[in-house]
Structure formats: structure tokens, C-alpha cells
């Protein structure tokens, strides 16, 4: 008898550590609609010259920092999807805490975190407005896949290393980027030259 309740224990605590808490769940759908806002503010209104406009301090244009958070977007949801047909790492911890990996992701002075060509934007987005629904389509199916899932997220990671992360971590970093490409497209628009419309 004792056997078999310490095994449906065991079972109870696997399938709890495997499932998003409320408090992991809320954390990262904050993060994720906050910065949805923070991108959408900063494009909106913005005039095909200044969409265009490109400052020799910057690597990209307004419209080629959102092409490549769109990218990103996609990019993580295919990590994760990969991450989640691997086995589960038992026991394994995150090499970084959430509030630390997102400052981290956030800060526009850090080099980037993920170097793929895959990423480099290509001029495939004509205006804000076009940018806009492709991010929106693209952050609302996020926020609504970590509001739903019971996709064991903390369990499935990246092979150990200094930036190893959960596939939880991926969206949190996935905020944080955002946030960093807003930084400096607003680096962009106090940029001397910058079009007046």
C-alpha cells in the first residue's frame, strides 16, 4: 500500500513539474501582451519615409527591426516545437532566472542572442500596416498557446550551456527581444535626420 501511494506521488509530481504554474503562465502572457502593445505603439502612424529611414548608428530600418521580431516570432515557435519532440531533461535547472534572461533579452546594447540567417529581414513587409497584422496574427497565436497549453514547457530544454534554456524560457525571451527591437526603433526616431513624415 505504501509502495503504490509513494509511485502515485512520484506520478502526481512528475506531471506537476511538467505543467506551467498560474504564476509562470501569468508572467509570460504579461510579458508577451506588454510588449505586443510596445510594437504596435511604436509603428503606428509612422509615414513610408520613416518606415524606410535607416541611420548609419543602426544595423536596420524601422520596417527591417519588425520584419525580423516577426521572423523571431516564428522562429521560436519552431525551437520550441523541436524542443518538445526531444526527450525531457530530468532534473535539469535553467541556466538562467526568468527576470535575468529577460532584461538580458531586453537590453538594445547586448549583441544578439541568436545569429541565423533566417533572421535577417528582406524587405518582404511594405508598409506599418502590413507589418502590423502579420505581427499581431503572429503574437496573438503565442499568447493564446501559453494561455492554453499543457505542454510540459520546463521539461524540454537546450543542451547545457551558459544560454541554455526551457522551452517556457524561449517565449520569455522571445518578449524581451521585442522589447529590445523597440528600444531601437525608438533609437531611430530621435535619430538627426530622422523624416519629419
Given at each position: 500500500m505504501k509502495r503504490s501511494a509513494f509511485l502515485l506521488w512520484l506520478l502526481a509530481g512528475s506531471v506537476w513539474a511538467q505543467t506551467l504554474t498560474q504564476g509562470e503562465r501569468d508572467y509570460a502572457m504579461s510579458q508577451l501582451h506588454?510588449?505586443?502593445?510596445?510594437l504596435l505603439d511604436a509603428i503606428t502612424g509612422l509615414s513610408p519615409a520613416q518606415w524606410n529611414f535607416k541611420p548609419p548608428t543602426e544595423a536596420w530600418s524601422i520596417g527591417q527591426y519588425v520584419e525580423h521580431v516577426i521572423l523571431t516570432e516564428d522562429y521560436v515557435r519552431r525551437h520550441v516545437e523541436a524542443l518538445l519532440k526531444k526527450p525531457p531533461a530530468s532534473g535539469r535547472q535553467p541556466a538562467l532566472g526568468n527576470d535575468t534572461l529577460y532584461s538580458r533579452a531586453a537590453d538594445p546594447d547586448q549583441p544578439p542572442a541568436i545569429s541565423d540567417p533566417s533572421l535577417e529581414p528582406k524587405g518582404s513587409l511594405a508598409s506599418p500596416e502590413q507589418a502590423a497584422q502579420a505581427f499581431?496574427?503572429?503574437?496573438?497565436r503565442t499568447i493564446a498557446y501559453i494561455a492554453s497549453t499543457t505542454d510540459p514547457l520546463r521539461a524540454h530544454a537546450d543542451p547545457d550551456g551558459p544560454e541554455a534554456l526551457d522551452a517556457y524560457q524561449w517565449f520569455i525571451r522571445l518578449a524581451g527581444h521585442t522589447e529590445r527591437c523597440v528600444a531601437r526603433i525608438n533609437r531611430i526616431k530621435a535619430a538627426p535626420g530622422f523624416p519629419a513624415r
Open positions: 506588454a510588449t505586443r502593445k510596445m499581431r496574427e503572429r503574437r496573438d
